[in-house]
Nanobody, 112 residues
Framework: QVQPVESGGGLVQAGGSLRLSCATS?????LDWYRQAPGKQRDWVAL???????SYADSVKGRFTISGDNGRNTVYLQMNSLKPEDTAGYYC?????????WGQGTQVTVSS
């Protein structure tokens, strides 16, 4: 498997939590989460590098946490204190030694 596969999306009320997963393969150098709301551009959300360094967009900092298993083949995005503005399709992008690959996305909907 080269293409990342996202899972864990769903419908939650504002203030709730979800944990997204991204299953990958190969030698992962870096994994990014992006999101795209209807009619909007795809925005970067968070990243994790092979050495465990992380970074977050200002809009999610303090609420979202990106992490991975020891081999970094499964990466998680823990999303807490969700807001309606977080509603979007969430996509992971895996940067590997073979190239860069996008998943098909998982939908997150936050009701108000």
């Amino acid at each position: 498997q080269v293409q990342p596969v996202e899972s864990g999306g769903g419908l939650v009320q504002a203030g709730g939590s979800l944990r997204l997963s991204c299953a990958t393969s190969g030698s992962i150098l870096r994994l990014d989460w992006y999101r795209q709301a209807p009619g909007k551009q795809r925005d970067w959300v968070a990243l994790i590098t092979r050495d465990g360094s992380t970074s977050y967009a200002d809009s999610v900092k303090g609420r979202f946490t990106i992490s991975g298993d020891n081999g970094r083949n499964t990466v998680y995005l823990q999303m807490n204190s969700l807001k309606p503005e977080d509603t979007a399709g969430y996509y992971c992008r895996a940067t590997t030694t073979f190239g860069t690959f996008w998943g098909q996305g998982t939908q997150v909907t936050v009701s108000s």
